[in-house]
């Protein structure tokens, strides 16, 4: 990573009072969505939740950020919500409430709520094979490499210790990858296969992963990768809906989360924030436009429905859902997990087992589908133990806090987002706001 593409701490004190006034637009109690509550009635500083805004507005003027909002819950209240700079930042249209976000790997958290729903309705135990409903999945091979008598690689297809369950597949602990393993002659195998392609069903998706050697044997690494997109075709075998139909009938509706979907649903395209991208030839952190698919790709149905990735939600949609996790289940008019499935989502499930990758921290655990706090202290920020979250890849994040009674949603539209701390900030921000 480039350290001139990492944000520099900005100048809030030096920003003019109009400017904060324009790019920071506070939600009022006569929003008809939501009702914002006075920050100290919860336990929060109204003075220092304004050095987020302060934060935030200076990365807009500096040019780094285009637009972002920000939501913050404390016991069953919201006591922040405030949008910064643009939507659009070439036409300088404000970031409205209500603006559509792709949320990519915050997908997940919503698939895993779905799994839930489906295993307290049918009683299967989480460790049940996946190869029960769907079995290309049955039966695999696991790559193993090693060295040859002349130093050369040599890989070879062993039989899996298992087959992989559904709790492998929440935990990201069923030797399935992003990339897929490489076969002998240095290739990639999903690349081969068609892995990942948009112009297939889930069920052709699936079909074609299962014809794919595992990267390890189930339940022995932790590796982002499909397995969340698995569990899709999963909830479609066992419901018999397709996945996109299910999300909205069991979870969508209920909530509340009318703008929630796998595109931007006409009429509402003007809502969607502008996609943005680092501006690697300036080297200095500012943002540029996006010329990249996901710009539009989003502005129709896809013909496949990922389990892992391709939500638009609003701020307040996705609010709607962890608020719910945070109160256990419950949400105005329902019940739509029980507490001890929640505690299960949030609970840790990987222990000591190795992990590949950077998206977890030495003081991190991993629930399902949700990464866990499992010491702060270890992790050097500011938390508590038992803290539960994930983002997506262009910025976006939410965390779940159940000993501070405490939610929080940050959306902004920087893709790729590697090496940038807006959220990261925000959290901390938050956080150093409870006084009680």
Request: aromatic share 10%.
């Amino acid at each position: 990573m480039n350290r001139g593409m990492l944000p520099p701490w900005p100048r809030a004190a030096a920003l003019p009072l109009a400017l904060v006034l324009a790019a920071s637009t506070p939600l009022t109690a006569a929003d008809p969505e939501v009702t914002v509550s006075k920050p100290e009635q919860v336990g929060l500083s109204a003075e220092r939740l304004a050095r987020i805004d302060a934060v935030m507005n200076g990365y807009v003027e500096a040019g780094k950020v285009a637009g972002a909002t920000g939501l913050i819950a404390r016991r069953g209240e919201i006591a922040y919500f405030t949008t910064y700079g643009y939507r659009d930042l070439e036409s300088k249209e404000p970031m409205p409430k209500d603006a559509l976000f792709r949320i990519y790997s915050m997908s997940k958290a919503v698939t895993g709520v779905a799994v839930m729903i489906l295993h307290e309705k049918y009683g299967f135990p989480l460790r049940t094979p996946a190869s029960r409903w769907i079995p290309a999945l049955g039966d695999l091979e696991v790559t193993e490499w090693s060295v040859g008598p002349t130093g050369d690689p040599r890989m070879e297809l062993v039989p899996a210790n298992r087959d992989m369950t559904v709790q492998d597949l929440l935990t990201h602990s069923a030797g399935i990858s992003y990339g897929g393993p490489r076969n002998a002659r240095g290739g990639m195998y999903y690349t081969e296969l068609g892995v990942g392609a948009r112009d297939q069903t889930l069920e052709e998706f699936v079909d074609k992963l299962g014809q794919a050697p595992l990267h390890d044997h189930p339940g022995t690494v932790w590796r982002y990768g499909y397995g969340m997109d698995v569990l899709g075709r999963l909830v479609e075998v066992i419901s018999g809906q397709t996945f996109d139909v299910f999300l909205e009938e069991e979870i969508f509706k209920p909530l509340g989360m009318k703008d929630t979907a796998f595109y931007v649903r006409p009429g509402t395209e003007d809502r969607l924030a502008v996609l943005y991208t680092p501006d690697r030839e300036v080297g200095d952190g500012t943002v540029m436009r996006s010329s990249a698919p996901p710009q539009d790709s989003y502005l129709t149905k896809p013909k496949i429905f990922y389990g892992g990735a391709g939500l638009v939600s609003t701020t307040t949609d996705y609010y709607r859902m962890v608020q719910m996790l945070l109160d256990g289940g419950r949400y105005d008019g329902g019940q739509l997990l029980g507490p001890k499935s929640v505690k299960l989502l949030s609970s840790d499930h990987i222990g000591d087992m190795p992990r590949v990758g950077q998206l977890l921290g030495p003081g991190d655990g991993f629930g399902l589908t949700f990464r866990v706090d499992m010491n702060p202290g270890i992790n050097g920020a500011l938390g508590s133990p038992g803290e539960y979250s994930w983002g997506g890849a262009a910025g976006t994040r939410f965390w779940i806090d159940p000993e501070e009674e405490m939610v929080a949603v940050f959306m902004i539209q920087i893709l790729p987002h590697g090496g940038l701390t807006y959220g990261t900030e925000f959290r901390n921000l938050t956080y150093q706001a409870i006084i009680d």
